[in-house]
């Protein structure tokens, strides 16, 4: 509902795409400040933390209508506009992980992890028909729509601050992780390159934010969040369904071949988007693609961690998804510009492009780092 909410207020494309980037760039201070605190601060408080900003942010967003309030409060509150979890919170989930299983296990431990998400996320593409909803059955304006809207999306976040008071000491960071000042010689150059490369995986993604992909398709076929709720749905079913998929194909072919070799049938499905003439079509090439696009999700999560010491994962997943966030926050802005200049369905070929010129880097680079299992 991000975008269709600024569209409801008056706000351009342009301006959609770069309060886009302002949460996103929110997420990429956030997950800086988990990166180098969290061993110190400790896990389970910055957990909190994050989820009390998340709700003020939404609180604030409800009532912001002018452009530099919406930004800051986009910003400060991590709004996340790609529909997907990517802010500072899985930063620390990752390094978790990692803790609760054998290296035989890991893959399959992430697989169940990005299930859980994405089915809560397919319930929270539900929750964007809320405003739908309420303007149909109950009769509110468009505007106070979306600020109960926005109520109930600051209540999920202070109730997932909840739910970490149930998490145990065991998360915690071991001493030897909390004592580490910085990367070791060794992972250095891996957590380089890993992480310049999932920069440009981003950069392509950021072009595909879930705001930016309901916008193409409410101007494309004139849909609205009544049918664009069901259908994030089903895709968050399909990218959860997905992972567990990766973690069984990893397990014969191998980490990286799996990132890859699901990667690039993802990207050349998007490029058929822009041209497909109807809207039943265009949702049968987008849930395939979605179907694809994720499974690199929980093996490159687990390949990270896997070739890294246990006292670098902190920082070697926090860089990692630093680089990712920048690259998010940097797109959509430019995104947003090139539906307003060029086409509507410009970043679709672009964000597909750097999509699969990320797979052949990936592949060229890794394939002969294997994690423990694989050696």
């Given at each position: 509902?991000?975008?269709?909410?600024?569209?409801?207020?008056?706000?351009?494309?342009?301006?959609?795409?770069?309060?886009?980037?302002?949460?996103?760039?929110?997420?990429?201070?956030?997950?800086?400040?988990?990166?180098?605190?969290?061993?110190?601060?400790?896990?389970?408080?910055?957990?909190?933390?994050?989820?009390?900003?998340?709700?003020?942010?939404?609180?604030?967003?409800?009532?912001?209508?002018?452009?530099?309030?919406?930004?800051?409060?986009?910003?400060?509150?991590?709004?996340?506009?790609?529909?997907?979890?990517?802010?500072?919170?899985?930063?620390?989930?990752?390094?978790?992980?990692?803790?609760?299983?054998?290296?035989?296990?890991?893959?399959?431990?992430?697989?169940?992890?990005?299930?859980?998400?994405?089915?809560?996320?397919?319930?929270?593409?539900?929750?964007?028909?809320?405003?739908?909803?309420?303007?149909?059955?109950?009769?509110?304006?468009?505007?106070?729509?979306?600020?109960?809207?926005?109520?109930?999306?600051?209540?999920?976040?202070?109730?997932?601050?909840?739910?970490?008071?149930?998490?145990?000491?065991?998360?915690?960071?071991?001493?030897?992780?909390?004592?580490?000042?910085?990367?070791?010689?060794?992972?250095?150059?891996?957590?380089?390159?890993?992480a310049l490369l999932s920069g440009l995986?981003?950069?392509?993604?950021?072009?595909?934010?879930?705001?930016?992909?309901?916008?193409?398709?409410?101007?494309?076929?004139?849909?609205?969040?009544?049918?664009?709720?069901?259908?994030?749905?089903?895709?968050?079913?399909?990218?959860?369904?997905?992972?567990?998929?990766?973690?069984?194909?990893?397990?014969?072919?191998?980490?990286?071949?799996?990132?890859?070799?699901?990667?690039?049938?993802?990207?050349?499905?998007?490029?058929?988007?822009?041209?497909?003439?109807?809207?039943?079509?265009?949702?049968?090439?987008?849930?395939?693609?979605?179907?694809?696009?994720?499974?690199?999700?929980?093996?490159?999560?687990?390949?990270?961690?896997?070739?890294?010491?246990?006292?670098?994962?902190?920082?070697?997943?926090?860089?990692?998804?630093?680089?990712?966030?920048?690259?998010?926050?940097?797109?959509?802005?430019?995104?947003?510009?090139?539906?307003?200049?060029?086409?509507?369905?410009?970043?679709?070929?672009?964000?597909?492009?750097?999509?699969?010129?990320?797979?052949?880097?990936?592949?060229?680079?890794?394939?002969?780092?294997?994690?423990?299992?694989e050696r």
């Amino acid at each position: 509902m991000f975008a269709l909410h600024l569209v409801a207020i008056g706000l351009n494309v342009w301006l959609i795409g770069l309060s886009i980037s302002a949460g996103l760039t929110g997420c990429a201070i956030g997950t800086v400040a988990v990166t180098f605190l969290t061993d110190r601060v400790g896990r389970r408080t910055t957990l909190i933390v994050l989820a009390w900003l998340m709700a003020l942010g939404g609180c604030a967003m409800a009532w912001a209508t002018h452009p530099s309030v919406i930004l800051v409060s986009a910003c400060l509150g991590m709004v996340n506009g790609m529909g997907r979890d990517r802010g500072a919170g899985p930063t620390i989930e990752q390094v978790i992980l990692p803790q609760t299983a054998t290296a035989a296990a890991r893959t399959k431990v992430f697989a169940w992890y990005n299930l859980i998400m994405d089915a809560a996320h397919a319930l929270g593409a539900l929750l964007g028909s809320v405003p739908a909803f309420l303007r149909a059955h109950l009769h509110l304006p468009a505007l106070a729509s979306y600020q109960w809207t926005w109520g109930l999306y600051s209540g999920l976040c202070l109730l997932a601050g909840l739910l970490v008071l149930r998490l145990s000491r065991s998360v915690e960071s071991r001493g030897l992780a909390r004592r580490a000042p910085r990367l070791s010689a060794a992972a250095r150059p891996i957590v380089a390159r890993f992480a310049l490369l999932s920069g440009l995986d981003s950069l392509g993604g950021g072009f595909l934010t879930t705001a930016l992909l309901s916008y193409w398709f409410f101007t494309r076929f004139g849909v609205e969040e009544s049918f664009l709720g069901p259908l994030f749905f089903v895709v968050r079913v399909a990218n959860g369904l997905s992972h567990l998929a990766a973690a069984w194909i990893a397990k014969r072919i191998g980490l990286v071949n799996t990132m890859v070799f699901t990667h690039l049938p993802s990207s050349l499905l998007l490029l058929l988007l822009p041209v497909v003439p109807t809207l039943s079509l265009a949702v049968a090439v987008f849930l395939v693609r979605e179907s694809l696009v994720e499974m690199d999700v929980p093996t490159r999560q687990s390949y990270l961690v896997a070739v890294v010491e246990e006292q670098d994962r902190t920082r070697a997943v926090g860089v990692t998804n630093l680089t990712r966030s920048l690259a998010w926050a940097v797109a959509p802005m430019v995104s947003g510009s090139l539906m307003r200049i060029v086409s509507v369905s410009a970043p679709l070929v672009i964000g597909a492009g750097v999509k699969m010129a990320y797979d052949l880097l990936l592949y060229r680079a890794f394939r002969h780092l294997k994690p423990p299992e694989e050696r």
